[in-house]
């Protein structure tokens, strides 16, 4: 058996993970703290670790890794700006799954962006409580409204689709557009100056850290909707809060959050909230918050535990994996496509 010890794990994980694993010679070891360089100890003994998006994966964590002689990493998301994967290089093989239901994501960002506008939030709040009044509850057509897609990838394509379905105008940003697409690409300046609804789906990295920050939120298109179900930190929070209470920005619908890594999917209801920020986001009535929860669907916890397997199973065969990550260079895609040696 290969044994692999789950950090940050919930029961959502438990149950299509363990009979996955077991069908596959994979024993997994579920622990529920997160990977950080105080719970590193408890990987001593395995063949690898399994981490998510909140597990601190840096130089220190990966050094402690190395010396505990764990030689994979395995991660059960797409997104893996949490993992220093240039100091892994030569330490620890980093895998990851790159899709595993673009569906669920973009559904959950069209939903978000549904029941803000429509403030579906209030009135089903108010109903519950026998309040049948309409006041403030004025919503906008999304038929003929300009949405900003920005990342054309996988979840930002399935967006566009959806989006194409209520018969909205969509423009888009990528820094390596698909031209086969039939997109209408357009600059982020011109996508940030033109669009009623802006939506992110790229990847967190040093180029997009804030790429929505205080200088961009004055050139937007007041009113506007912002919905982000990629990674928190493309947005400058407090330059966000800002731009709501200045009224530019109409609503926003965040699945993310910059500083969530210690305050989501845990129940923090019985706690006094620390984050004055996410404390006053959430009690702005056109801000609506979801707990990172765009990629919980039943499809997709399903395709995460059979591809997480997969490459756990691969790599020990192998030695290699096509989730692999590109060490050398900090890439993905380009690299794993061309390479066909092992990484190191
Ligand atoms: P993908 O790799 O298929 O697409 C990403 C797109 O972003 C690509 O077209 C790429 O060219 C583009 N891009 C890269 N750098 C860019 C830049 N500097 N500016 C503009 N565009 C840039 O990824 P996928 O599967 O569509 O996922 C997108 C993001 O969604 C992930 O990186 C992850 O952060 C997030 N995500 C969130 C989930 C959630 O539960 N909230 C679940 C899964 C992913």
């Known amino acids: 058996m290969i044994k692999i010890a789950v950090f940050d794990s919930k029961q959502y994980d438990v149950e299509p993970m363990g009979p996955c694993g077991e069908a596959r010679g994979v024993e997994f070891k579920f622990f529920e703290p997160k990977l950080t360089s ?118 930002g394509r399935v967006f566009i689709d959806i989006c194409r379905g209520f018969g909205m105008n969509v423009i888009a940003y990528d820094k390596f557009p698909a031209h086969d697409a039939n997109i209408d690409y357009v600059t982020l300046d011109e996508l940030y100056a033109r669009s009623d609804i802006i939506s992110f789906h790229c990847p967190l990295t040093d180029e997009t850290y804030h790429m929505l920050n205080r200088d961009s939120i004055k050139t937007l298109k007041r009113g506007v909707v912002i919905v982000n179900t990629s990674r928190g930190a493309l947005i400058d929070a407090e330059a966000l809060l800002d731009g709501i209470k200045a009224r530019v920005i109409g609503a926003a619908c965040l699945d993310v959050y910059e500083e969530e890594s210690d305050i989501f999917f845990e129940d923090n209801s019985g706690h006094i909230m620390d984050d004055d920020t996410l404390a006053r986001l959430l009690s702005m009535p056109n801000v609506l918050v979801t707990s990172h929860q765009a990629f919980l669907t039943r499809e997709a916890l399903h ?22 990550l590109c060490y050398r260079c900090g890439k993905t895609d380009t690299c794993r496509a061309q390479r066909i040696e092992k990484c190191f």
Do not use: W
Not at 55 to 73: F, G, H, P
Not at 76 to 81: D, E, L
Not at 131 to 139: A, K, V
């Open 38 to 155: 105080d719970t590193v100890g408890l990987a001593a003994g395995y063949d690898g670790v399994c981490v998510f998006v909140n597990d601190t994966v840096d130089a220190r964590v990966l050094d402690m890794l190395t010396e505990q002689n764990i030689r994979l990493l395995a991660l059960r998301c797409a997104g893996y700006n949490n993992v220093d994967v240039k100091h892994a290089y030569g330490r620890v093989h980093v895998v990851h799954v790159p899709a595993y239901s673009p569906y669920a994501v973009a559904e959950h960002a069209m939903a978000m962006l549904l029941t803000s506008v429509r403030r579906i939030h209030k009135a089903y709040a108010r109903t519950r409580d026998f309040n049948f009044s309409l006041s403030g509850l004025t919503g906008f057509d999304m038929h003929g409204k300009t949405v900003g897609v920005v990342g054309t990838g996988r979840i």
């Open 303 to 324: 395709n995460i535990a059979e591809c997480t397997v997969d490459n756990i199973v691969t790599f020990f065969e192998r030695g290699t994996c096509d989730n692999e």
